[in-house]
């Protein structure tokens, strides 16, 4: 692709940063195997492309969230390991099993679908049980851990499954000091203890996601399952920044203003006229909206640099567009075609995703993972082949 053809939006990834964030990580992890999480697309930065560049850094797993998900990595030819762990009833578990991906099991119905697709396909899959110990979203009570690890083991001793992992997921890891991370990791040992008395011979032991990684070395184990870090976005802003951490943003964000023009003070601007000139001024239209992934609740506050200063959205965020007001001078410093950058690194004067999030009362997370398919992908610092 013409990097410098002209474009509406574009999110320029730097696969460069993100291998350097998955090697940052892993030096904070030494001794655990780093699955990168790649499910949503790669939190919107394009999976394939970020599951490779992840791999080239040393990264050994790779993790989704559907089983869809991870057939695709797999139809793209990558061979890594993959876990996989949103299963509905009636999933592709026989396209999972023949692709050798590791699946996520939390309950009786879903080792009974395994089960029965292991058996048709004629190959032993490969399972990782989740335990719930205290995130109350997925994985198994602990009440419930015994039968399930029972019904594991006589999976086993049929040859149709081998549990190749134990894992969970941590509620409140960015939260230091929070009472709960201690006693989910307690729990969690308690519950592998008993798997592993009873005959279960785990590969790998896993509860650490980012701000665990970054900030949990005890719960490293022998995997670390790393997203938004790697993606070089801190998991909170109370934990530290990008740049405490030694990671860098992937993702910058640029579109190009559409239109500039002169308008007189008392002007209203954008759908309900939230934002009245209070001057004569230029305004700027930047062509992306809600569709794209800019959150509406961003109206009135979201900012962009463009011209060498920071602008606010002037009024709503509307579904394809949104106004910034350039001042009285604007059109003297901004054109048509000229770049406004939404977000990036943060090092060249532009906001961060971060600042993003703090505008529209969210996480990070979801800024980029939200940015939309219209928005062209464009893969910096690709390794060849
Ligand atoms: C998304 C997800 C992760 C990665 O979380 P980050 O905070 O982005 O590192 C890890 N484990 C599970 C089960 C997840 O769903």
Redesign the pocket.
Known sequence: MNQNAPFRARAEIDLAALRDNVRALRARAPRAAVMA?V?SDG?GHGMVPCAKAALAAGATWL?T?TPEEALALRAAGIDARVLC?LWTPGGPWREAVEADVDMGVSDPWALGEVVRAAREAGRTARIQLKADTGLGRSGCQPADWASLVAEARAAEATGSVRVTGLWS?FAC??EPGHPSIAAQLSVFRDLVAYAEKEGIEPEVRHIA???A?LSLPETHLDLV??????YGIS?SPELGTPADFGLRPVMTLKVSVALVKGVPAGHGVSYGHHYITDTETALGLVPVGYADGIPRHASGRGPVLVGGAWRRVAGRVAMDQFVVDLGPDGAARVQEGDVAVLFGPGDRGEPTAEDWAEAADTIA?EIVTRIGARVTRVHLNELDG
Request: charged content about 15%.
């Open positions: 999480v499910k939190y993790g969230a762990w997921h890891a960015d996601n980012s701000p990684t399952r790393t997203g938004i870090a790697m998991p997370y």
